[in-house]
């Protein structure tokens, strides 16, 4: 195999030829991944800036830098799951498909609390890092049905097909549910209903379920 | 919230009109769920028959039962995870939505041991009974590519779109390799390749999107 080039997360702006590395960011390149002076890496803003570089003291010596296309705007609203682990799975799916943003989102069913801001942001830069993408998520904190963007489409057993839903209405924010399901009145007027399976699917299977089509279909359409 | 109605796996095949409950299933029933006698609850045998049925002593009253319309053939072959814990999500989420096998695929590259069958099996069966599914997935221990079924797609990069790439080859196998990527000469050369994201996917996360993307392409074509 061929050796593995780190790829490293420094929020910009960028405006020296050399960025420094945070101590954590050093330790690992330096003393897990073995990395020298010279060796080579990647970087990126999460802005859709990436670089490659090599490892120069502490700091990552520029080189040569693209700006990505952004992917289509998708964000994704989620009644935060009870346990802290399906909570961690979902920002780390969601911004490996480059969501771009994650809005927990408040219900009248869902009891659990989102997880902290300074953890949900650490597992979305190591997703982003290791999925070597340009685009890190934007997470909020919480948001009702209000606060979310339209067109939005609401994730639920008794829709149509996702496939449908996304194609028709092309979907920029896709709304999942609590376990217990939405109350009754619970969902906007405004908003189409969705069916992702003939089973009934965990929060963070819906949500990563619905990252999977939006990202897929619009690739497949050439649309950007 | 309405009370939850429990759904419990039970091998057949079933010849009495009472179904006996494992003690652990008992247990769980009227220990942690609080069920009684007389209460609602539906059952599957995983090859397709759900039942509404009541709790009778430690057994299951049989109701009415239909058959479910089988899921389009789908087996996903997977090398499989160092962690165990990506290892537990792929056969849960891999089961949520109904595929119908998973292999745990023998590559080059991949160094890490499938987990113990009798855990996946657990593991499958409690994401049935979640899911309220009718259709148990079965779980190869481990295969090479020459033990997979054909229409076979290969999950790359390098690939055309995932969504062009089911379509056209009406995959009822797709292969997700391990983290140091396929070896050189390693794809057969009957099976195309597809590319499921712009970024790289973990093993995980590749597998449940090539599920999620199988399952709602044939949904949204009405074929079964």
Known sequence: MAKHVPHVYLSGPWDKSQLSLEDPQFRHLSGVLRRVD??????????????????????????????????????????PPKSIDRARWIVEKLQEFEVDALIWLRTENGQARPPKPDK???????????????????????????????????ADQAGVSAVTAIKQ?????????????????????????????????????????????????????GSD
């Not at 190591?126 to 963007?149: K, N, T």
């Not at 003939?198 to 990252?211: F, K, S």
């Open 120 to 154: 949900s942001v650490k597992w979305a830069i190591s997703a982003l890092e290791q999925s070597r993408g340009g685009y890190l998520m934007r997470i909020e904190q919480v948001g009702g049905f209000d606060s979310l963007l339209r067109p939005l489409v609401v």
């Open 169 to 221: 209405d092309g979907a920029i924010c896709i709304a999942i549910g609590p376990e217990g399901g939405w109350a009754p009145g619970e969902i906007p007027n405004d908003a189409p209903v969705m069916s992702l399976a003939d089973t009934v699917l965990r929060i963070e299977t819906a949500a990563i379920a619905a990252a999977v089509l939006v990202r897929t279909i619009s690739r497949s359409d």
């Open 38 to 79: 010279g060796s080579a890496l990647t970087y990126t803003d999460g802005l859709g800036t990436i670089g490659t570089g090599t490892l120069h003291g502490r700091a990552i010596e520029r080189g040569a830098e693209q700006v990505l296309d952004a992917p289509r705007p998708l964000a994704i609203a989620v009644a």
